[in-house]
């Protein structure tokens, strides 16, 4: 198996993912926040064409670009049920299921909290999930629609998964993440990563993907106690200027 991923920078503070299966050459991008930089980035890595639209959820700058995607290269269209009162959609997934993008195979998993029909994709194979904004590097997704209890249950079910699994997550939030990590959690080896994550952004660096071992040593919504602590955690973060 080999599937290969391409992360760039679009919009404000979203990442465009394109990923691309080795042994067929099918194209898809999770989400589509902006689809003439989706299609820029198409011609110029050589992968041909987009096959495939991989919706996580609802929001505008995650599905903003179905139409013109669809108008343009005749891509399939597949997410959650409540893509549809917003953008084009040609199937519907939901948890449990699975989206072939040729060789590879992509485990869907419900993740309600963001918003109620949040999913995620995963090729287990390979070691690598796009996890849309369920969980970010050092955070979590608001709760525009789902619950703490929801959003702690998603969240248990994501660090479940192999600690080695790659994060990719839709936005860059890292630096503002790790400045409330630091305000619950002075461990010197949490501002080690903090600083780091600090230099990265700097020089310009990317800090998507993470990962799951990663995220579960330094994550504080991953590292509340219950789905109470939880719930009192992202209740500070929205609150949080530091």
Same mark, same amino acid.
């Given at each position: 198996?080999?599937?290969? #991923?391409?992360?760039?920078?679009?919009?404000?503070?979203?990442?465009?993912?394109l990923v691309r299966d080795a042994a067929s050459?099918?194209?898809? $991008?999770?989400?589509t926040p902006a689809a003439d930089a *989706?299609?820029?980035? *198409?011609?110029?890595?050589?992968?041909g064409t987009l096959?495939? *639209?991989l919706n996580t959820h609802w929001h505008a700058d995650h599905t903003g670009g179905n139409a013109a995607l669809k108008a343009r290269t005749g891509c399939e269209i597949v997410g959650p049920a409540e893509v549809g &009162? #917003?953008?084009?959609?040609? &199937?519907?997934?939901?948890d449990g299921d699975a989206v072939?993008?040729?060789? $590879?195979?992509?485990? #869907?998993?419900?993740t309600p909290g963001h918003t109620l029909g949040h999913l995620v994709y995963r090729s287990v194979a390979d070691g690598e999930a796009f996890v849309g904004d369920t969980l970010f590097a050092l955070g979590c997704g608001r709760l525009f629609e789902g619950t703490p209890q929801q959003m702690w249950g998603s969240l248990q079910a994501l660090a479940a998964w192999p600690p080695e699994t790659r994060v990719w997550c839709a936005h860059e939030y890292t630096a503002a993440n790790a400045r409330?990590?630091?305000?619950l959690d002075d461990r010197p080896e949490m501002r080690?990563?903090?600083?780091? *994550?600090?230099?990265?952004?700097?020089?310009?660096?990317?800090?998507?993907p993470t990962t799951i071992g990663v995220e579960r040593a330094y994550n504080p919504f991953l590292r509340a106690k219950d789905a109470a602590d939880f719930a009192v955690r992202r209740a500070a973060k929205d609150d949080f200027r530091g």
């Open positions: 198996m080999a599937l290969h #991923v391409h992360l760039f920078p679009c919009l404000n503070d979203n990442y465009g993912l050459g099918r194209v898809a $991008t999770i989400d *989706i299609l820029s980035e *198409i011609e110029r890595l050589g992968w096959d495939l *639209i &009162r #917003v953008a084009p959609l040609d &199937r519907i997934v939901g072939e993008l040729g060789q $590879t195979l992509l485990q #869907v998993t419900a409330f990590a630091l305000s080690a990563h903090a600083e780091a *994550i600090f230099a990265a952004r700097t020089r310009g660096e990317a800090t998507v």
